[in-house]
């Protein structure tokens, strides 16, 4: 549209900087002039906040200080003697970025930084599972009694649009159920374990080297992050109130090249599919897919189909992770703040 | 969210009542009070303008006057004396539906519908094709002098959101090219060639007996549906003023069983592509496909691959045809227009 907007100054905070903080800086760093341009907004990080130290600039954080504190020279006068939860609570800005790592059980730090953040009258971009899928009601109620946002698309899929997609490309429509691939990691060692015929623990050790799985993939390969996903997907979507204690889970581990021959042979491929529908059901497990369905992909990619009552069958598929790839999923959750009027 | 509002009152029209048009009024009965509870609208029917008449009630049209017009009783009093203009510009409403056929050429009578809901201070929700294909920037200037939305997502990919998901969900990232199958009935075609190695003729054919082609299905199999609908793209998402006169076009109509035999032999199929690119290159052609790429879906389902920055590749598949697919992309439409701050 060509219409004539003024330029709106959002200042943000970066808690957590590990790749996905720094994608979110590194993003809005080469997207800056584009976003004013496009959605008249003036996104200005002003602190960012990790276990390394804290930097703090009204004015915004100078390229200098956010070098400084990657490399830990905390002796270049760029550092705030402060705590995240004082950057979150104390430095005036609009919007609290959290990318701090998840922790499933306890949902901790991240879970006291979103909740610092909305008592603080700040809005909530994250891209942490571990929060959403402990206490999502309670920060869903904090959000709607502050008339704060709370998103979190990267949390799920990636850069793959999913809660934006449900909420907005598919409004008026009924969800009855969402399947897919939602773990990168477990989806690359099925489909190379296929292709190769070569075992679980071969194609593992393979895929840890080029740095696809982690040195501990039990929450990838135990279908535990998949479910967690779930259970957000069943919170923000379906209204439930579940946790990880809902999902009946079967990971990959006991896949084998035989089981995948088999399944080829008659037509189809395994792949770890989670699954939650309206009635409550969540679930994760290995299941055959028919080669010719659209959840039938490949790699690392990530894949939903969405069952709905009137568009039918959406299904989308997109790189379920990556850490620029997450930060683009963030910056639409930003845009998308400026841009809503109502949820 | 929780957060209470108040309900506000939305009077439609809707011009052009085939298969499109009642599934709108279709879907909106049904989903009446759901829209209230959810996106606080009350969507309200107050006109509606067809060749076989025309149908106006401040109030609501009634069931029965929506069944006078389908079966032509024009005797039941219901019907007003206007035509569809005077309907879109003197009756009060808000958004004129409009899902008149589609004339690629001229655009009309689409095009005078929209330039005159626009004209009166409407919003429009859009199915048809030619008016964007004829003269999308005109219109957009139109809309944005006027400060009304013209929605159109049902004009591409049917039910498979690909605006929406271009300008909400992956706002923020710079869009590279969009590359698809978006026509139904080619894919259908090529499919059950592939499938059964009947020639072209044959499946044809037996697509038009059940309902997939149509008697003349030139605008399907020469690709100008692909093209009108590339054209929109490019206009819409790459800020270009294209016509189909600037689409390269091939059809399907010269494939063999033959080669579709050899594709496959090398791990491919063939399949009505059409592409788009930010550099303004349109072109619709049959094209290998891996096997394993996104794009490969069979049927008669739409699929597009959009090329991202940020994102990467984000594929999306989708019912594209169908009334009541088209019905939920217009919903969606009019939902969006009373939830979206900007552009």
């Given at each position: ?260 021959t088999l399944a080829d042979e008659a037509g189809y491929v395994i792949k770890l599919i989670g699954e939650v ?65 109502v949820q």
């Open positions: 549209m060509s219409m004539k907007r003024s330029t709106q100054t959002v200042r943000i905070s970066i808690v957590g900087f590990g790749n996905v903080g720094r994608g979110v800086a590194e993003v809005i760093r080469r997207k800056r002039e584009e976003l004013a341009r496009r959605y008249g907004l003036d996104i200005t990080i002003v602190g960012i906040a990790d276990l390394r130290g804290v930097i703090v600039d009204e004015n915004g954080v100078s390229e200098e200080a956010i070098k400084a504190l990657k490399t830990g020279h905390k002796s270049m006068g760029t550092m705030a003697d402060m705590t995240s939860v004082e950057v979150i609570r104390d430095v005036e800005h609009e919007v609290m970025v959290e990318a701090t790592p998840t922790n499933v059980e306890t949902g901790e730090p991240g879970l006291t930084h979103i909740i610092t953040a909305l008592e603080s009258g700040r809005h909530v971009v994250t891209s942490n599972k571990g929060p959403l899928a402990v206490e999502y009601k309670r920060l869903m109620e904090l959000a709607a009694k502050k008339e704060k946002e709370l998103r979190f698309e990267a949390t799920v899929g990636g850069a793959m649009p999913i809660f934006s997609l449900v909420k907005g490309d598919l409004a008026g429509n009924e969800i009855l159920s969402i399947k897919g691939i939602l773990n990168g990691t477990c989806n690359y060692i099925l489909t190379r374990m296929a292709e190769e015929g070569l075992p679980y623990e071969h194609v593992l050790k393979e895929a840890q080297e080029i740095g696809i799985a982690e040195a501990n993939p039990s929450q990838d390969v135990e279908g535990v992050d998949t479910a967690v996903k779930l259970v957000i997907l069943a919170n923000s979507i379906f209204g439930r109130n579940a946790t990880c204690k809902d999902v009946e889970v079967t990971g990959i581990t006991e896949i084998t090249p035989d089981a995948l529908d309206r009635e409550g059901n969540l679930k994760v497990a290995p299941r055959l897919v028919p080669k010719d369905d659209p959840l039938n992909v490949g790699g690392i990619l990530n894949v939903a189909t969405i069952k709905t009552d009137l568009a039918g069958d959406i299904t989308v598929i997109g790189k379920g992770a990556g850490p620029i790839e997450a930060a683009s999923a963030m910056l639409s959750d930003l845009i998308g703040i400026y841009s809503q009027k």
